[in-house]
């Protein structure tokens, strides 16, 4: 059966809009900071905006056997958008190659698994008993920005741990942030919204 995904607003009791006014503050600068150290890496100076993360949210598909797998989850708003929309804590692995982030999406998922580590080797971060029951993997590392031998080695690592799924990309560019065709991967511009910095698309990458 396939968990539909539907994202809803958090609830507004004080503690929520504590916990929101200080993420707003403290996420968007750990964000600038690590981007003054790593550009390339964070591709973006502040994170996605909350109309980006309904967007990713709504393309998810997982089966009720299934997790969701995100990739350079960053400061982890699109993390908190899906379990805001109901999917369990338990069934979401996120994996973020910077340590700060990992301490901050340590303390702001709790129960789900929350990896430190580099994307390209997947497999050996991935516990071998979910590995094959990936039901959606988010994308967030900005593949544009790297030569083409470079996106090859993670949409290989997203292939062993989760073959024929393929993955969702969220990207700035107005085409295909990737060379689909060269990557032997279909692609669809699933959304687009203007409400981010800067405007945004959801694509899905299947391989053919
Ligand atoms: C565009 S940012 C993510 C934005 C995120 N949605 C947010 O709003 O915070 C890309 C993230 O990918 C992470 N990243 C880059 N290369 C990585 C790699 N090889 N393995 C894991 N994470 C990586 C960066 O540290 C950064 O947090």
């Known amino acids: 059966m396939t968990h539909a995904v539907k994202f809803t607003e958090l609830s507004s009791d004080s503690t929520v809009i504590k916990e929101k006014k200080t993420d707003w503050m403290s996420g968007p600068w750990l964000f600038f900071r690590r981007w003054i150290a790593h550009p390339l890496r964070m591709g973006s100076v502040v ?90 993997v988010i994308c967030g590392i900005p593949l544009v920005l790297l030569p083409r031998p470079e996106q090859r080695r993670f949409i290989d690592a997203i292939e062993a741990v989760a073959a024929g799924r393929g993955f969702l990309h969220y990207s700035y560019c107005a085409t295909s942030p990737l060379p689909f065709r060269a990557h032997q991967l279909s692609a669809k511009r699933e959304a687009w919204t203007p409400l981010n910095i800067p405007p945004a698309s959801v694509w899905r990458y299947l391989p053919l």
């Not at 993360?53 to 995100?70: F, G, M, P």
């Not at 982030?101 to 008993?129: F, N, Q, T, W, Y």
């Open 47 to 136: 994170p996605s905006s909350p109309a980006l993360c309904r967007r990713v949210v709504a393309a998810v598909r997982c089966a009720a056997d299934e997790v969701v797998l995100e990739l350079g989850a960053g400061t982890g708003v699109i993390a908190r958008a899906l379990l805001a929309s109901g999917f369990p804590a338990e069934r979401l692995i996120v994996v973020e190659i910077e340590q700060e982030m990992v301490a901050k999406l340590r303390r702001d998922l709790p129960g789900a698994l929350v990896i430190e580590g580099d994307a390209r080797v997947l497999s050996e971060l991935i516990p071998a008993h979910l590995q094959g029951r990936i039901g959606t």
